[in-house]
């Protein structure tokens, strides 16, 4: 099955650097990569995701990149904010059992993004 | 929000019981998810339903059991036979593969 890695478990910046998240899976087939965005205590929501058949996406100060060859993709968030602080989530979609028809989203273990003000 | 229910949002347990944690959706997705969050563990996949009537073990299923009787919803049962049951539970729901999944706020288990 799928494996996704996560790197660093832990990322400060001070307002308004960049930072860069970084994923690598293992499953070639995967097709769906998408970025949760976890808030102390709440839900993980969806901000940025994208698919096997793009190689960057942006929307405002969020891009992902894929590299399909390599299997990894990246977060990059531009002009941080205070607001940033979480913890981010990649995810990678794998086959499942229905022959592709339906995909689980196998989670990257989280990194804890501090942003100083 | 976000169309997905989980309740409660904390419970207590005494060790040894079985618990039951609620997840209802109205989005009208078929595949839903069970996920368990640890401090530096990330999201791990507990089962998945991905239609009606079917479900699926996912990478740690072991102590914990589902059913998907209703598209609608996808209770989990924590059994005593899970022997580090205290976590934060998530459940989730998603259309096609490909689509965004929606998490419910959580529920907070402790057993004591």
């Known amino acids: 099955g799928e494996n996704v890695e996560q790197h660093p478990s832990t990322l400060s910046v001070q307002e308004g650097d960049s930072a860069v998240i970084k994923c690598t899976y293992s499953?070639?087939?995967?097709?769906?990569f998408p970025w949760y965005k976890q808030e102390l205590g709440k839900r993980p929501q969806l901000i940025i995701d994208?698919?096997?058949?793009?190689g960057e996406k942006k929307d405002q100060r969020i891009a992902v990149t894929l590299n399909k060859t390599a299997k990894h993709f990246s977060l990059h968030i531009t002009e941080t904010q205070p607001e940033d602080s979480a913890v981010y989530f990649c995810?990678?979609?794998?086959?499942?059992?229905?022959?592709?028809?339906?995909?689980?989203?196998?989670f990257g273990k989280g990194t804890k993004l501090s942003v100083k003000p | 929000d976000g169309g997905i229910t989980q309740s409660p949002k904390y419970l207590f347990r005494k060790e040894g019981q079985n618990v039951t944690l609620s997840c209802e959706q109205n989005?009208?997705?078929?595949?839903m998810y069970w996920y368990r969050q640890d401090p530096g563990q990330g999201l791990r996949l507990i089962y998945y339903?991905?239609?009606?009537?079917?479900?699926q073990k996912g990478d740690i299923a072991e102590g914990y059991s589902v059913s998907r009787e209703k598209k609608e919803s996808f209770p989990l049962t924590v059994t005593s036979a899970q022997k580090n049951p205290t976590a934060f539970y998530l459940c989730?729901?998603?259309?096609?593969?490909?689509?965004?999944?929606?998490f419910g706020q959580g529920t907070r288990l402790t057993v004591v």
């Open positions: 499953d070639s087939a995967s097709n769906y």
């Open positions: 339903s991905q239609i009606v009537n079917d479900f």
């Open positions: 994208i698919r096997s058949n793009v």
């Open positions: 995810a990678a979609s794998d086959r499942g059992n229905y022959g592709g028809s339906q995909g689980n989203l196998i």
């Open positions: 989730a729901s998603s259309g096609q593969v490909g689509t965004e999944a929606f």
């Open positions: 989005l009208n997705h078929d595949a």
